[in-house]
């Protein structure tokens, strides 16, 4: 059995205080820690489970999940890298805690991370809500997604995410067999009441 104090990422778990719900993998966007969602998670799925990491990488001092060369271009090798140091966190984290596979919810650079889990590691998530989604990958590996959940929330003007850009990411997911909502709002790359209403909405027909 593995022990807590033994888990690769620094992390905060809110026990579930009600059966029933997936447990949720907060994963927050650049700057962040693992403070930073729980407020958005306990609203999302109140009663649910949350697993929270903080990102491993630095850039100038602020915590993501993996390198970039300039914003919205990925170093792509520690992508995968950092995407299979997280799934194996979860998968860790899930024996150390006794929880079911969860669903991420990222936004923008835990978004990225997520959909990266996704087609890397596609066993560590029971689905995904990402918020402010790229493409983590140029050229994505061929995988199995039959009916794993993922909801998109693309804000229409977004600054960071190119239109298109998040438009192929769907459609990767899709053809891996994804059950895939997309929606767009008329937003920026911040999130909205929308989004968490949509969010909620979702998670709560899961
Ligand atoms: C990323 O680097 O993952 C995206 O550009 C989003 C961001 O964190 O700004």
């Not at 889990?117 to 790229?134: K, W």
Request: aromatic share 4%; hydrophobic share 45%; proline share 7%.
């Amino acid at each position: 059995m593995l022990s807590v104090q033994s888990l690769s990422h620094a992390h905060r778990f809110v026990p579930a205080t009600e059966a029933g719900h997936a447990p949720l993998l907060l994963l927050h966007g650049t700057g962040g820690d693992e403070d930073d969602l729980l407020p958005l998670g306990r609203t999302l799925a109140p009663g649910a489970a949350l697993l929270s990491p903080r990102g491993a990488v630095l850039e100038g001092g602020m915590p993501r999940f993996f390198r970039r060369l300039r914003e919205g271009v990925f170093d792509e090798d520690d992508v995968r890298r950092r995407a299979n140091d997280l799934a194996d966190f979860v998968r860790d984290a899930r024996e150390a805690y006794g929880l079911a596979a969860p669903v991420a919810v990222g936004f923008s650079n835990g978004a990225n991370i997520a959909a990266a889990m996704l087609l890397l590691r596609p066993e560590a998530l029971g689905g995904a809500v990402l918020l402010r989604a790229m493409s983590p990958l140029r050229e994505p590996p061929a995988v199995d997604l039959t009916g794993k959940p993922v909801l998109i929330l693309s804000g229409a003007m977004d600054p960071i995410v190119p239109a298109d850009d998040v438009s192929g990411l769907a459609a990767t997911l899709r053809s891996a067999g994804a059950t895939v909502e997309h929606r767009t709002l008329p937003s920026g790359h911040g999130l909205s009441q929308s989004d968490v209403a949509l969010a909620q909405a979702w998670l709560a027909a899961l």
